[in-house]
Structure formats: C-alpha cells, structure tokens
C-alpha cells in the first residue's frame, strides 16, 4: 500500500503544479465559495464576473507566469539547445515543404527548368540546388534566432520585479530607482 500513497502524494503534487485555479486572493476565494447553484445578483454583476474571468485567463498575473518560467528553467531537460534539436528537423521538413508546393505551380522555377533548353539545365540545377540550401539555411538560422529571443525574454520577464517585491522593498525603507523618480511623475 506504501506505493498507492506514493503515487497518489506525487499526483497530487503534480496537479496543484499544473492547477490553473485563480492566482489572486480575492479571485480564489471568489471561486471557492461559489456553489453549484450560484447565480449572480444582476445581470451586470454576472458580465462582471465573466470579464474578470476571461481577463484573468487571457493576461495572467506576473507571479503566474514567472512561476511558469521558473518551473521551465529549473527543469534540466528543456534547454536552448534540445528546444533546437527538437524543433530544427520540423522546420527543414517545413521549408522543403514549401518549396515543394512553390515547385509545383504552373509558372514556377522547376517548370522552367524542365521546359527549357537542355544544355543549360545544368546552370539551372545549380540555381535551384542553391536557392533550396539557401532556403533551409535561412529558417534553421531563423529557428535558433526564435529560441534565443524566446529564452532572453522569458529571463527578463523573471528579472522583472512584481508589484508585491516593489512594494516590500519600499515598506524596507529602499528608495525607488532614479528613473522611478525622474519618469514617475510623467507617467503614473
């Protein structure tokens, strides 16, 4: 029986991981103590209701998705590089892919190819050969260029600090950034 409590502790783990249950206080207790038969007092309190449920599902809070990226980073398997490795077969199936369905129009490279003059075919081999290597070259580079950026915002988005993190370090007695103060005033 040790095992059936194991997995059950590990299921449990696991879910409250992947729970998209409200992140906020307010929004959690809200949707604990609604019952099955709960209905709104009016109808614009029930609009309400739905607006901050679908504002909560579409812009999360900050201390969500850095939990999220926390959870991404710490985990040894997910990396820049084997994100690549996954990714780089399915994008040079992809720009072969393309290039296959662009071959195949009537007007396209490949037709002009076989309906011109044979001893030139070969120059036109070569073009193609190297406008294809291009090609794939061009949306690998691009691949690693996308994982890069994604990887470098997602470091920023946890470098950011939360509005909780602002407000502890001003109750310490830490002075706002410089810009904070010269930008505060223009902006907020």
Not at 45 to 51: F, K, L, Q, R, Y
Not at 59 to 87: G, H, K, N, T, Y
Not at 109 to 138: C, E, K, Q, W, Y
């Amino acid at each position: 029986m040790p095992g059936l409590i194991q997995r059950h502790n590990a299921v449990a783990e696991y879910s409250a991981l992947i729970s998209t249950s409200p992140s906020s206080t307010h929004r959690r207790n809200r949707h604990a103590n609604r019952d099955e038969n709960y209905k709104p007092a009016s109808t614009r309190a029930a609009i309400t209701d739905e607006a901050a449920d679908w504002y909560e599902a579409f812009c999360p809070p900050l201390e969500d998705i850095q939990d999220v990226i926390r959870r991404f980073d710490a985990d040894p398997d997910f990396s820049q590089d084997r994100v690549f490795a996954f990714l780089a077969p399915i994008v040079v199936f992809g720009a072969l892919f393309v290039v296959a369905v662009v071959a195949v129009q009537p007007h396209s490279f490949a037709h002009r190819i076989l309906d011109s003059n044979p001893t030139t075919h070969l120059a036109d081999i070569m073009r193609l050969a190297a406008i294809l290597a291009a090609g794939i070259v061009l949306s690998v580079v691009t691949l690693k260029c996308v994982v890069w950026g994604v990887a470098e915002i997602s470091s920023m988005i946890l470098a950011t600090k939360t509005k909780e993190e602002k407000r502890r370090r001003e109750r310490s007695g830490v002075p706002p950034s410089e810009s904070n103060l010269v930008l505060g005033g223009i902006f907020m």
